[in-house]
């Protein structure tokens, strides 16, 4: 191949990465380099503030004119659950060029009531069903806590500690939870959606409360959703533990000041972390600061352009 046509070869290689998920340049000496593709949460555009729940299909409108390449829908945040109006989500996103990347679902299988962990898998399932009408390939996933602790405020004034709900243990707590995770495990591979648990408080509070719970169940449809913002301890040692197993990234920026905590974090060691480990997918955005989302939302995604290309 002559001088002139390998360049233009490379040349159009990178023009077309640039306007892929994954953004690939190479040539015939260099080692490939990936971009990770960078989604935001529609929780970013509300963070449960009674004035600001914006419609799903607002925020999808929002995030295209940002410049996201995808979007994390929170299942809370939905006004409807009927198949017209998922399928007018999928429009929406595809119009706007961007990919409905993953669902963020909340269930809680800690409990010693089987009834009431028989509702949360009932509710699982109804969920995985939901994001496979949208196209969703990912959902998050919680272990639920004790719920001894009843205001979240104070959840985090104790750094997400709770006390255990008097006469149990922590191992029953896990054994509830991974029966519980294996009971969907079926319908997550007959509809193609890999469950994705969270370092969201609880049982999961710790990467190796997660760990535990994905090695003990060990399938391919339960794996990690890495929230780089939920731990308060030890951040990048237990982030470092996850990242292999991690099939989604949930990224925290805090412009204006914590909702309830604000964290310092290194997003170029973040992203040399997922490197290291061959991550490939999305990285979504969780803004959770004071500030107005009409500005802190791009200055979040400048940030993450940066660390993550």
């Known amino acids: 191949m002559n001088v002139n046509r390998r360049q233009m070869l490379v040349g159009s290689v990178a023009a077309a990465g640039a306007a892929a ?16 593709p960078i989604a935001v949460s529609t929780y970013s555009y509300w963070r449960y503030r009674k004035d600001t729940k914006l419609p799903i299909e607002d925020c999808i409108d929002l995030a295209a004119e940002a410049g996201f390449d995808g979007v ?78 009843k205001d979240f405020t104070e959840l985090m004034n104790n750094r997400g500690i709770e006390p255990r709900l008097e006469g149990y243990t922590d191992d ?11 009971q969907c495990l079926k319908k997550a591979e007959q509809c193609g959606v890999i469950l994705g ?39 990048y040692r237990q982030f470092k533990a996850l990242a292999p197993q ?10 204006g000041g914590g909702t309830w905590y604000t964290l310092e974090i290194d997003y170029d060691r973040i992203a040399k972390t997922l490197r290291d480990v061959n991550y490939r997918g999305y990285v979504s955005l969780e803004f959770e600061g004071q500030e107005a989302h009409e500005t802190a939302i791009p200055k979040s995604l400048s940030l993450l352009r940066k660390a993550f290309s």
């Not at 029953?172 to 294996?182: C, H």
């Not at 991690?246 to 920026?253: D, E, G």
């Open 72 to 149: 994390e829908i929170l299942h809370v945040q939905m006004q409807a659950e009927d198949n017209a109006y998922l399928q007018m989500l999928k429009r929406r996103a595809f119009v706007n060029g961007l990919d409905l990347c993953g669902f963020s679902t909340h269930q809680g299988f800690v409990s010693p009531d089987a009834a009431v962990r028989q509702k949360n898998v009932d509710h699982t399932l109804h969920c995985i069903e939901l994001a496979y009408k949208l196209g969703i390939p990912t959902i998050r996933v919680n272990t639920g806590r004790w719920g001894t602790t």
């Open 21 to 36: 998920c994954h953004n690939v340049i190479a040539d015939e000496t260099s080692t490939p380099t990936y971009r990770n």
């Open 197 to 235: 648990l969270e370092n969201h408080w609880g049982l999961g509070r710790t990467a190796e409360g997660v760990l535990r719970i994905v090695d003990a169940i060990d399938s391919p449809w339960l794996r990690v959703t890495a929230d780089t913002g939920n731990f308060l301890d030890d951040q």
């Open 246 to 255: 991690a099939v989604f990234v949930q990224a925290k920026t805090y412009f």
């Open 172 to 182: 029953e707590g896990f054994k509830w939870v991974i029966d519980s995770f294996e």
